[in-house]
């Protein structure tokens, strides 16, 4: 990736930048890669900042929503209500009453009581609630413990042996119209099989919904499809098609289905970076430091799941290389970037940037330690400047 790297040097750090040239390509690929009954719903929990959902809505993707917050925040970005799904295991009544009102397309439901709640809503509201069920199809994928999200254990979802008696509940609860299947099975895979998998799982499903009759007319895979961090420049676009082609493959959808898919990181991951700088380069007894203004405030991936991202000097002229660990200035042990990392020579002042930071970054921001929240800036808003 290019860098306005002049430009950096005006802006006060950390902040993030997002390549938007390279989300428009990416929401391209995407595209040319859907079916006509495919529907793609962006996982806006991935990256919520205005200027990247502008994006997304011109490209005409729908919304996946987790919070009332979200839901407002896609509506705020011109997504269209009826493209807005909407998952979580704890739906607030407001939560439910907004997405109510303003007529979202489909509340993925995780449980029974949800249910009962939103049929007891929707009946003093006068609406009918359209919901999918969010199954658990007890398929663990090959991905970090704290982004796997399918297997039995997993607080999310209805038991797969269940299905069928919840699909009977619906039937029985006049402000509900059940309308599809949802299933969500982890974040960052990388390997196609997990979801070939997840696709042979639900037309385990379908058949056995249909020996009761029963086809309902959505399905939704949900999202997860990784990228790579290690080679950001050699693969600014995740694998969508062996990701599509998969699906296309193995999944048997019924006549008059549609498809839904709820892909988040492997948008928007890769046109993110965050931007900080060296304050101070410090000689442990063991180990050489790279402290930088941008830490776990900032990114916290690294603290919270082990998460290695790309880090490169902007501004380092040294053909010498040293091994630091690349450290924010948060009061916390955890707050590494890397650790024993190789790079040229830095030095106070240098810019680094992190990369492929465009996914569950800027987002997940904290102002621990009284820091301000990060600002932003897109290759657009710079080149304008
Ligand atoms: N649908 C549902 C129901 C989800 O829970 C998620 C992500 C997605 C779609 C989008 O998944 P994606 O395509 O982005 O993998 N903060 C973590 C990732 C958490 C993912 C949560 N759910 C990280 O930084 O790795």
Not at 30 to 36: G, I, M
Not at 162 to 175: A, G, K, P, S
């Amino acid at each position: 990736m290019e860098f306005p790297i002049e430009k950096f040097k005006a802006l006060r750090t950390p902040f993030y930048y997002y390549d938007t040239a390279l989300l428009d390509e990416t929401l391209q690929e995407v595209k040319e890669h859907l079916q006509p009954n495919w529907q793609v719903h962006y996982a806006v929990k991935a990256c919520t900042n205005p200027k990247i959902l502008r994006h997304v809505v011109a490209a005409g993707f729908g919304a996946d929503c987790v919070s009332g917050g979200e839901i407002q925040a896609s509506l705020d970005a011109g997504f269209p209500a009826d493209k807005i799904v909407y998952s979580g295991v704890g739906k607030s009544d407001w939560e439910i009453e907004l997405g109510l009102m303003v007529g979202i397309q489909c509340f993925n439901v995780e449980s029974v009581p949800e249910l009962e709640v939103i049929n007891e809503l929707a009946k003093n509201h006068g609406k009918i609630a359209q919901v999918a069920l969010r199954i658990n199809p007890n398929v663990g994928a090959h991905t970090h413990e704290n982004i796997t999200t399918g297997r039995a254990e997993n607080k999310f979802g209805i038991a797969w042996e269940d299905t069928y008696n919840v699909i009977e509940r619906c039937q029985q609860l006049d402000h509900i119209e059940c309308v599809g299947l949802h299933f969500h099975i982890g974040s960052q895979i990388l390997e196609m099989d997990d979801f070939a998998t997840l696709a042979l799982r639900i037309n385990e499903l379908q058949e056995m919904l249909e020996t009761y009759g029963i086809r309902l007319p959505n399905v939704n895979v949900g999202g997860g499809l990784g990228i790579d961090y290690d080679n950001p420049d050699a693969h600014p676009i995740a694998d969508f098609k062996a990701y599509f082609e998969t699906f296309r493959r193995y999944l048997q959808l019924r006549r008059g289905q549609q498809l839904h898919f709820e892909l988040g990181r492997s948008i928007v991951a890769q046109c993110g970076t965050l931007v900080g700088k060296t304050l101070y380069v410090k000689e442990g007894s063991l180990k050489k430091f790279a402290i930088i203004d941008a830490g776990m405030t900032e990114l916290i991936r690294p603290a919270l799941y082990g998460a290695v991202h790309k880090i490169e000097n902007l501004t380092s002229t040294e053909s010498e290389e040293c091994v630091y660990d690349v450290v924010g200035p948060i009061c916390e042990s955890s707050d590494v970037f890397v650790k024993d990392y190789r790079m040229p020579k830095t030095r106070r002042g240098d810019l680094i940037a992190i990369r492929s930071a465009g996914a569950y970054g800027e987002i997940m921001a904290s102002q621990y330690n009284c820091r301000p929240l990060p600002e932003s800036f897109t290759s657009e808003g710079l080149c304008c400047q």
